[in-house]
């Protein structure tokens, strides 16, 4: 049974900074591509924040958090990261962990697994 499960969520002022962990489990998490998703109160779609390819040689981070949020992963642990700096009020979002094929994929929101998500609110 596949499970990502991500913690790290929380309220944070305009400029501050959170880390994003999703643990995985049951899956070939080092053989996977991984990605970070987010759904925003008025956002009908998930949106793709950021990618990385399974032996972490090529990442793709969206235009609206280039400069801003990082995408890592530790295989070791079968932990996917995200690190957001500077961040805006415009980054509140229900942020998601996904698994599952190639940047592709991940731009038509073709994924194999979800995790539940966590709330990142940023105050002004």
């Known amino acids: 049974q596949v499970q990502l499960v991500e913690s790290g969520g929380g309220l944070v002022q305009a400029g501050g900074s959170l880390r994003l962990s999703c643990r995985a489990s049951?899956?070939?998490?080092?053989?996977?591509?991984m990605a970070w998703f987010r759904q925003g109160p008025h956002q009908e779609q998930r949106e793709l924040v950021a990618?990385?390819?399974?032996?972490?040689?090529?990442?793709y981070q969206a235009d609206s958090v280039k400069g801003r949020f990082t995408i890592s992963r530790d295989n070791a642990k079968n932990t996917l990261y995200l690190q957001m700096n500077r961040l805006k009020p415009e980054d509140t979002a229900t942020y998601y962990c996904?698994?599952?094929?190639?940047?592709?994929?991940?731009?038509?929101?073709?994924?194999?697994?979800w995790g539940q998500g966590t709330q990142v609110t940023v105050a002004s």
């Open positions: 996904a698994s599952g094929g190639n940047l592709t994929r991940f731009r038509n929101n073709n994924v194999d697994y």
């Open positions: 049951g899956l070939s998490f080092s053989t996977a591509g």
């Open positions: 990618a990385i390819a399974w032996n972490d040689d090529s990442t």
